[in-house]
């Protein structure tokens, strides 16, 4: 059965349209089984292959926003070291400070 040029796969649904995002095909979009890799493995290419130019080029903008995403989550690692050394010391300074009050508050009594 087809539905402006969707069809229904083995399983009886209603094809997904999916993006590959291997190297060879990266970005490059196709329909597949709703039920993944679990069903009848319905394939078909919906876009042209990419030609060598646009395949190196999403592959490159591809590995750079892995480097950004590697960037993010060592800079987060830091950061969390940071801030809980920024909340011990926080908490020492309030002690600190109540001590303090409770000393003045003692001494103007
Ligand atoms: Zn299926």
């Given at each position: 059965m087809?539905?402006g040029?969707?069809q ?5 649904e ?7 995002w291997t190297?060879l095909n990266a970005?490059r979009?196709?329909f ?5 890799r679990n069903g009848?493995?319905?394939?078909r290419w919906?876009?042209?292959p ?8 999403i592959?490159?903008?591809?590995r750079?926003?892995?480097?950004h995403e ?5 800079l987060?690692?830091?950061?969390k ?10 908490k020492w300074?309030k002690?600190?400070v109540?001590?303090v009050?409770f000393i003045?508050a003692?001494?103007?009594?």
């Amino acid at each position: 059965m087809e539905r402006g040029g969707i069809q229904k796969c083995d399983c009886g649904e209603w094809v997904v349209q999916r993006v590959a995002w291997t190297e060879l095909n990266a970005g490059r979009r196709f329909f597949g089984c709703v039920n993944g890799r679990n069903g009848c493995n319905y394939f078909r290419w919906f876009d042209p292959p990419v030609c060598d130019n646009a395949r190196g080029i999403i592959c490159g903008l591809l590995r750079r926003i892995k480097e950004h995403e590697n960037e993010i989550e060592r800079l987060k690692a830091v950061h969390k070291n940071e801030l809980q050394v920024l909340k011990r010391r926080s908490k020492w300074f309030k002690s600190v400070v109540f001590v303090v009050v409770f000393i003045f508050a003692y001494l103007m009594l």
